[in-house]
Every structure is written in structure tokens, then in C-alpha cells.
């Protein structure tokens, strides 16, 4: 069973599906003792991070989650989970994340040249950086659905992917147990599901 | 790279997917779930459930088709009309939308798009813009392109942006329905004034049409059609080799 954790950021109607899709249980859940009972974890997550943070914190489940993924316990978090993931970001100030995964998170708009719209938004290319579990069923090239307007900066060998977008934009980070990725894997169609499924089957 | 998205609008009334020519006439076609489906299947990058009910018993019927078009098709979809409030996104977000887009309730409650923008995040909210022109002047036209507002449009289009806006689908009634192609000069108008994603819409009536916009306006990030995909004429796997062969940046 999969835990997807619900700390009151965004809708999860979507990804409780996906998983579904790819033959997977999916639970939908604040519960300590069923996240604990997970074979895996999802952290998703929309919106802004210093919000974010304090919800997951604030309800108990930063610790959980830290505890969980110390244990081994495979985590993947999305999007704005991915960057939770990360020691510190820098949107509307300096706040703290998990620290499960070094880096921190910065505005796309210091990395790339005037012309670019912000936010990073629609279909780009996988590039890959190093071989990854979680694309095990997928190409490099195949695209995968981006909404994001910080990105995962100084995270070194931890990147397994990048997006091109006027600069390598951080598309998936991994270290051990612990992966990320900036892109909606739900929201990826066929693509995503593949993403979703070799995470499942970790 | 980022990609040039082909983006199919459903307009779903008592749970039917229908389309007018120049908003009236309208005609059945099929059902939103199996359309949405299909398209996903075809290669769309993203689709529109249009809400184009007016009682309270389709709105109930609509938020079921989404929450079921939702758990089988996996790409992003956005929602439009009958969305007035904060609870109106609430409800459409909770079925499984990823934006939502606002018309004529954007011009009925001048804090709208600010209090969405607020709560769910600019991405979410798509600011579409039914535009006319009236003495040589782009006015803003409300309820399904009945009424004009006597708003300038580039100045509503701004506004809006400012206000958190994440997204503008402008929609030429001088062009829909015509199949001409799509009405670039106001696009360019639009695309000049914000630094959000534009959207197309309005007049696609051929493949040829989408590559002389998006050959002729790089900055337009998106190309959105309803009766040519439903009736058949443009198939959308042919509409995107040909982008690709025509090097436009296309997801295949």
C-alpha cells in the first residue's frame, strides 16, 4: 500500500488515481500509524513552500516522514514535496526544509536569459544525468508535465534528470531511499504512469 | 525544450459534449469521458471541460463527469464556466481540476481572480477573454460573447495578469467558427502586452492553421480547438507530426 501523505496542501484526488492506474492501493492519509504501515510514501504538494513547511510541521508529519525514510522506506516527493525534500529554499525569504536530500530551492527567473515566461509551465524533455530506478520504463527525450516557478539548485550528484528550459533545470533528484520530482508524475500520461509504476515497484 | 501544447476544449452541457458555430447552434457530439479518453490517447497535451449548464441539477452532473474523467485520464485538465467564487474553484479543483478558468466571472466580481491567485496559487488560475473588435477598438465581451462590456481588452488582460492571473486564453469571436485560421494580430497584441503563457483560441479551421500561429507568433505557448477535433477534420496525431516536421517543438 502506498501512503500518500494529506497535510492539507492541494488536491489529491489526481494522484490517489494514478497510483490506482497503475494497479497500486493508494491511501490518502494524516494517520501516523498507516503512513508507518505504507510499504511507500508519497509527499505531494502545490503552492508555497514556507506554507507548506509549517503544515507539515505543524501537524507532526515532517517527522514521520524524516523517520519513515530513515528507516529505508522508499519516499517520492512531488513537485513542491520534492523541494521540501531539500535542506533550505529561498521563495519569499529563507526557510527551512527535511534535509533528506542536500540543496536548496531558487527562483527559476535568476538562472535563465529574459524571453522566458515564469512560471516553467507544460510538457519539456527528460535529460538524463545518471541511471535512475524510477526510469526504468522510460527514454530519455520523453516529456513529462512541469508547473513550477523555483527549482532544485545546488543538489550536485544527487540530480538524475534536468529539464532545458534557457538553463538545466532540475527535473529529479535521488539519494538512497529518497527521490524527487519537479513535474507532476499524474499529470504525465502515459509517461508519468511508467514513473509512478517503477516507483511502486521499488 | 518546452513543447507548443494542442489543446481540445470540451463544452459539456447535461452531460453531453456539444460546440456552436459562433457560440449558438449547438450539436451533439459524445460523451466528455470517452472524448477525453480519446484525445489523451491521441496525443493532447492538456484538455478543457467547458460548463455550459445552467441549472443547478447539470452542474451536479458535470462535477461527476470531471471527478470520472479525472481518474482515467492522467494529463492536465482545466475547468470553465459557471466559476463566480472561491467555493466555485474549490468544487471543480476537488474532481480532479488542475486550473481553472475564469470569464464572466472575473468581470461580474473584480476580486476573483486576486482571491483565487491568493488561495490556489497563480498557475491555477486561467484568465480566458471572449474579445471582439467594435469600431477597430478589442473589447472584452461577457456572457458567451453576447454582451459587450465596453472594456478594452489589453487593459482587462493586464489587469488581470497583475492580479495573479496565471494563464490567458484569448478568444476571437471574430474568428470562431469561421475555420479561417486564428486571429494573430490580436494574439500578438496580447502576447506583446503579458509575459504569461497564451493560449489560442478561435478560428482553427485546418492543420495549416496551427503552424503559421505558432511559426508566425513563437510567444504563443498553446493552440485550443473544439468542433475540428471532435468532428474529425483534424486528427490531432497528424497535427503534431506535422508541427514536428515544421520544427516547431512538439510532444509526440
Known sequence: MIAIIDYGVGNLFSLKCSIQAVGQEAVVSSDRHVIEQADKILLPGVGAFEDAAAKLRGSGLADVVKEQAGQGKPLLGICLGMQLLLEKSYEYGEHEGLGLIRGAVRPIKDVIPDGFKIPHIGWNALLFRKPSKLYRYVREGEHVYFVHSYYAADCDSAVTAVSEYGADLTASIEEDNVFGCQFHPEKSGDVGLKILKAFCEL | ?252
Not at chain 2, 466528455?32 to 480519446?38: H, K, S, T
Not at chain 2, 481540476?97 to 476573483?112: E, F, M, Q, T, Y
Not at chain 2, 490567458?168 to 494580430?185: A, R
Request: aromatic letters at 6%; proline letters at 3%.
Open chain 2, 1 to 252: 525544450m518546452i513543447t507548443k501544447r494542442i489543446i481540445p476544449c470540451l463544452d459539456v452541457r447535461d452531460g453531453r459534449v456539444v460546440k456552436g458555430k459562433n457560440f449558438l447552434g449547438l450539436q451533439d457530439v459524445d460523451s466528455p469521458v470517452e472524448l477525453a479518453r480519446f484525445y489523451s490517447k491521441a496525443g493532447a497535451d492538456e484538455l478543457v471541460f467547458y460548463d455550459i449548464t445552467a441549472s443547478a441539477e447539470g452542474r451536479a452532473i458535470f462535477t461527476d463527469i470531471l471527478c470520472e474523467a479525472a481518474s482515467q485520464v492522467f494529463i492536465p485538465l482545466t475547468v470553465g464556466g459557471g466559476i463566480n467564487t472561491a467555493a466555485d474553484f474549490e468544487r471543480v479543483l476537488n474532481c480532479g481540476a488542475d486550473k481553472v478558468s475564469v470569464n464572466s466571472g472575473a468581470i461580474r466580481n473584480p476580486s476573483l481572480v486576486k482571491e483565487a491567485a491568493r488561495l490556489y496559487g497563480d498557475q491555477c488560475v486561467v484568465l480566458s477573454v471572449d474579445i471582439k473588435r467594435v469600431d477597430g477598438v478589442l473589447r472584452v465581451f461577457a456572457k458567451g460573447g453576447r454582451e459587450n462590456t465596453g472594456m478594452e481588452a489589453i487593459e482587462w488582460i493586464r489587469r488581470c495578469v497583475g492580479e495573479g492571473a496565471g494563464e490567458v486564453v484569448v478568444n476571437s469571436i471574430d474568428t470562431d467558427g469561421v475555420k479561417k485560421g486564428f486571429d494573430l494580430e490580436m494574439l500578438e497584441a496580447v502576447c506583446n502586452a503579458v509575459r504569461v503563457p497564451v493560449i489560442a483560441s478561435g478560428g482553427a479551421g485546418c492543420i495549416q492553421d496551427f503552424i503559421t500561429l505558432f511559426k508566425t507568433l513563437p510567444k504563443v505557448d498553446a493552440g485550443l480547438a473544439a468542433s475540428i477535433f471532435h468532428f474529425g477534420e483534424v486528427k490531432i496525431e497528424d497535427l503534431k507530426k506535422e508541427m514536428a516536421a515544421n520544427q516547431i517543438p512538439t510532444r509526440i
